[in-house]
T-cell receptor, first 115, second 114 residues
Framework: NAGVTQTPKFQVLKTGQSMTLQCAQD?????MYWYRQDPGMGLRLIYY???????DKGEVPNGYNVSRLNKREFSLRLESAAPSQTSVYFC??????????????FGPGTRLTVL | AQKITQTQPGMFVQEKEAVTLDCTYD???????LFWYKQPSSGEMIFLIY??????QNATEGRYSLNFQKARKSANLVISASQLGDSAMYFC???????????FGQGTRLTINP
């Protein structure tokens, strides 16, 4: 099992450019998440998807859109990148949304720099 | 609202010593879960240990244990016999029963000295 995979690993954008971060999981998990991690900080939730076909906003959704393409894939799109979106982006998945004890499995992260 | 506080930005410990990383939390829910993750310099997030709010025993996973004091709302991570490979950032996180997210603390950078 590859677990959670993310592409690309690194990306540099100019202000105003758009891009999509891809995430896929092969653990048959229902729930998927996108987080951002700024230097010296913990992770903050951008969007999540409880199940295929549903998405909801997290703590910091402004400037982002998501698509749950199918059960395996959950993409994050920046329509018009801003320097404030320079961060490391993590995708995660878990077995069920409502339980407190479901561990989240994380991808390796995408390091994004917006100039 | 959920909140996680890690008050130790950095800690330095000699190899083979035990180390305790502090975590306090704030919630009004009765049902919640507490997690610890390790983030080495390579950047990935590695799950270490979980404690449920209704668990009566402290969680243990190998050299990791969680010192859960519910009345004090603390969930400290204890690493016994530290190793050089334990050098990393450590994050405490909480999930409430009704919430749809993990809330993370700001992390503690642990450095193990030989």
């Amino acid at each position: 099992n590859a677990g959670v995979t993310q592409t690309p690993k690194f990306q540099v954008l100019k202000t105003g450019q758009s891009m999509t971060l891809q995430c896929a999981q092969d653990m048959n998990h229902n729930s998927m998440y996108w987080y951002r991690q700024d230097p010296g900080m913990g992770l903050r939730l951008i969007y999540y998807s409880a199940s295929e076909g549903t998405t909801d906003k997290g703590e910091v959704p402004n400037g982002y859109n998501v698509s749950r393409l199918n059960k395996r894939e959950f993409s994050l799109r920046l329509e018009s990148a801003a320097p404030s979106q320079t961060s490391v982006y993590f995708c995660a998945s878990s077995d069920q949304l409502a339980g407190v004890n479901n561990e989240q499995f994380f991808g390796p992260g995408t390091r994004l720099t917006v100039l | 609202a959920q909140k996680i506080t890690q008050t130790q930005p950095g800690m330095f410990v000699q190899e083979k010593e035990a180390v305790t990383l502090d975590c306090t939390y704030d919630t009004s829910d009765q049902s919640y879960g507490l997690f610890w993750y390790k983030q080495p310099s390579s950047g990935e997030m590695i799950f270490l240990i979980y404690q449920g709010s209704y668990d009566e025993q402290n969680a243990t996973e190998g050299r990791y244990s969680l010192n859960f004091q519910k009345a004090r709302k603390s969930a400290n991570l204890v690493i016994s016999a530290s190793q050089l490979g334990d050098s990393a950032m450590y994050f405490c996180a909480m999930r409430e029963q009704r919430a749809q997210k993990l809330v993370f603390g700001q992390g503690t950078r642990l450095t193990i000295n030989p």
